[in-house]
């Protein structure tokens, strides 16, 4: 019951600010629309609407971690925090009513993303619900990044980190704006050992059906996921302590 | 019936003792205003009752509940309303109320009928539906006021509830704090002189983590033989006061 209040407050003050609603939602739909109409008028293999969808998706998460880490960050600088400390809620509660809101967000995310692709060329598949559940590690991963930037920085920090660096590094090393085999050397390695790559590349590879092509990524993604997941509620429980 | 009985309640910060064998029995239905110069110890002693952070000894039971043992039960008794505003931005008044009420277990239905009685009781209907964040400084402060006794708490911790505001407002939430008397405990701290005096049953003062003196605004001013309750505190909570 307080976990269920305490996050259902959280989705409505993560909804109810309007650069999150136009972040989260408008610039993937944006970018899906961009990249397809280049697409249109110089046909690029990477462009293509059933390669550039998952890779959109992946990135319109780096919003969602910088919106639940900005919330979280901001929260804790607030006196409603202190208030928070005083009530009977418990840190799982805490913890659990960030993310709770934030899981069915990032779903709905990358269905709108699928359902802006479809007018573009995509194939109504069954496939698709597949890599909405593959996507599902990276919803977490995402999360966990927001929930761990939050805990451990302040507001302006968060926004510097998740808003430039996270959202550029999952652009960058996604694989979804160039071929990263094309640098190659370091950047390809880095790409390689970073989960972002790995969670498009499975999203890929559920669309087009290759089922045995989604595990070898996927384990990557659920490995940093869960790692991630692990060290932010270490982060947000220490700070939690700290705070008070 | 003691709602608040400290027994050598200790906090030290290094080497620095913050709080230094406070012993204080406040009881049921009492307002009591906590009184001391920035660093005084006021602030450590409201975070250690109501549970933010734990003594370094000695202990506080809060209606017969030990802030050491049973943290979680004492967070059922209790209610704070912070120096700052503490409200959610971007709920409105309503959901404000409601979100509070449930955190302390009430279910959605009983929450709401607590959140309409909370609304006219505080004046706030009219403003319901407005987000927190569009609210006035003196609007807010009612708010937050109001959450934190919308749990209909045994002990409330008001810590410096009129602070910046405007002197109606100021007023307006004397006569609400003062309404409370005798049914709620509550604790306050302020740097007001005339609002303690005001509104306290009894009043203790602390200077450099040690209560120096309790008793009612008139006692006290007779202890040091002042005419004005604010020569009063300076003479009490100034350096070397030891009535």
């Known amino acids: 019951m307080r976990l269920l209040a305490f996050a259902s407050r959280n989705g409505k003050e993560i909804l109810r600010d309007k650069l999150t609603l136009f972040f989260g939602i408008g610039f993937p739909v944006v970018l899906l629309l961009l990249l397809s109409a280049i697409q249109a008028n110089v046909p690029v293999t990477l462009f293509a609407v059933e390669n550039l969808t998952p890779g959109i998706a992946v990135f319109g998460l780096s919003f969602l971690a910088l919106f639940s880490g900005l919330l979280i960050a901001k929260d804790r600088t607030t006196a409603l925090m202190q208030r928070l400390f005083t009530s009977p809620l418990r840190p799982s509660e805490f913890i659990f009513g960030y993310i709770l809101p934030l899981l069915p967000m990032a779903v709905a995310q990358s269905i709108l993303c699928f359902l802006v692709a479809l007018p573009l060329g995509l194939s109504l598949s069954p496939r698709i619900l597949l890599v909405l559940a593959v996507l599902l590690p990276a919803d977490v991963l995402f999360i966990a990044l927001g929930l761990l930037c939050g805990s451990v920085f302040n507001d302006k920090q968060v926004g510097g980190i998740c808003g430039a660096l996270l959202t550029n590094l999952s652009a960058w090393l996604s694989g979804t704006w160039f071929d990263v085999s094309l640098v190659g050397g370091v950047f390809e390695t880095i790409a390689d050992l970073l989960p972002f790559c790995h969670a498009v590349e499975a999203g890929r590879a559920a669309l087009c059906g290759n089922f045995s092509g989604i595990f070898p990524h996927l384990w990557w993604v659920i490995g940093y996921a869960a790692a991630l997941s692990l060290i932010a509620i270490w982060a947000f429980t220490k700070k939690l302590k700290s705070d008070a | ?243």
């Open chain 2, 1 to 243: 019936m003691t709602a608040i009985e400290t027994k050598a309640l200790t906090k030290s910060y290094g080497r620095r003792l913050a709080v230094d064998h406070l012993d204080l029995s406040i009881e049921e239905g009492e307002l009591f205003s906590l009184l001391g110069v920035n660093g005084a110890g006021k602030s450590t002693t409201i975070k250690m009752l109501s549970c933010l952070t734990a003594p370094t000894s000695g202990d506080a039971l809060i209606h017969g509940r030990s802030i050491v043992k049973e943290p979680q039960k004492v967070k059922e008794l209790i209610g704070v309303s912070p120096q700052e505003t503490a409200v959610a931005p971007n709920l409105t008044v309503r959901e404000n109320l409601e979100l509070i009420a449930r955190l302390y277990g009430h279910d959605k239905k009983s929450a709401r009928r607590e959140t309409e009685e909370f609304l006219e009781s505080f004046d706030l209907t009219g403003i319901a539906r407005d987000k927190a964040r569009t609210l006035s400084g003196g609007w807010q402060r009612r708010l937050s006021i109001a959450l934190a006794l919308i749990s209909r708490p045994k002990v409330l911790f008001l810590d410096e509830p009129t602070l910046g505001l405007d002197v109606l407002a100021r007023r307006e939430l004397w006569q609400t704090i003062g309404q409370l008397k005798g049914r709620v405990t509550v604790i306050l701290t302020t740097h007001y002189m005339e609002e303690a005096q005001a509104l306290s049953d009894r009043i203790g003062i602390l200077a450099q983590g040690r209560l120096r003196a309790v008793g009612t605004a008139a006692a006290l001013m007779e202890k040091t033989s002042t005419s004005s309750f604010e020569d009063c505190f300076i003479a009490l909570a100034g350096e070397g006061g030891t009535h």
